[in-house]
């Protein structure tokens, strides 16, 4: 049962409105970047909507809620967390593939695709995973924990907001899922996991009103992530 008072219609309404405008930026992103335009115009118009993903949040903190932007710091239990849960991530997602992710993978395939993407030369490779660990990851947390989980929240009760911000967070990774990879499988088990990591998140939100404990994570997780990738396309 939520716990919050029941928000009107009018702000019930503006809360779907918020997502119509920012969830798909994320989907359109990744299926320009891997299918309809692969290469330079298909990255740019990924950076475009990440863009969005940054800037429409804000402006409507500004213009439309009319309220003030405010940084929030966590609590040392809140840092703690966010510490303990990275490190988890990091652990398993580093043994996850050291122990089954290499064997099943068609690198070979991974490689071709990124070339043709234009994402193989080493400098970018680098790059790439640098700005997607360090600020990629803020950016998410802040769109999708900070805004597409609070106006979940104003939609639904916390604790479905936490699953349903999850699953629209699990979207466009998806489609980057299916653009690397052809085994439906692994799809699937990548899927689940980004589900079960964007809930624990969203609950990180929900529990220490704070980005810090679930950033710290998810700089851990893109940080093992990137791992795998710098050692999957440059050996």
Not at 31 to 51: D, F, N, Y
Not at 105 to 114: G, S, Y
Not at 161 to 177: D, E, K, N, P, R
Not at 205 to 223: C, F, G, K
Request: glycine share 10%.
């Amino acid at each position: 049962m939520n716990s919050n008072p029941t928000p009107d219609r009018f702000s019930r309404n503006r809360s779907i409105l918020a997502l119509l405008l920012v969830v798909p930026l994320s989907s359109i992103g990744a299926i320009s970047s891997t299918v309809v335009a692969l290469g330079a115009i298909g990255q740019a118009i990924a950076l475009g909507c990440g863009i969005g993903m940054l800037i429409l949040p804000i402006g409507w903190q500004l213009v439309i809620d009319r309220q003030p932007l405010k940084w929030r710091w966590s609590q040392r239990d809140g840092l703690l967390a966010g510490t303990i849960l990275g490190g988890m991530m990091f652990g398993l997602i580093l043994a996850s593939y050291w122990f089954a992710g290499r064997y099943w993978l068609d690198i070979a395939d991974i490689r071709a695709r990124v070339s043709q993407m234009g994402m193989n030369v080493p400098l970018m490779v680098f790059g790439f995973g640098t700005f997607q660990t360090l600020i990629n990851s803020f950016i998410e947390e802040y769109g999708w924990r900070w805004f597409v989980y609070r106006h979940c929240q104003i939609i639904w009760s916390k604790t479905w907001a936490v699953w349903i911000s999850a699953g629209l967070f699990t979207l466009h990774h998806i489609i980057l899922l299916a653009a690397y990879c052809d085994d439906w499988r692994l799809v699937a088990v990548g899927a689940v996991a980004v589900f079960i990591a964007g809930g624990l998140w969203a609950r990180c939100m929900q529990i220490y009103q704070s980005l810090l404990p679930s950033y710290i994570s998810h700089l851990a997780a893109d940080l093992a992530l990137q791992m795998v990738s710098w050692h999957i396309l440059l050996g």
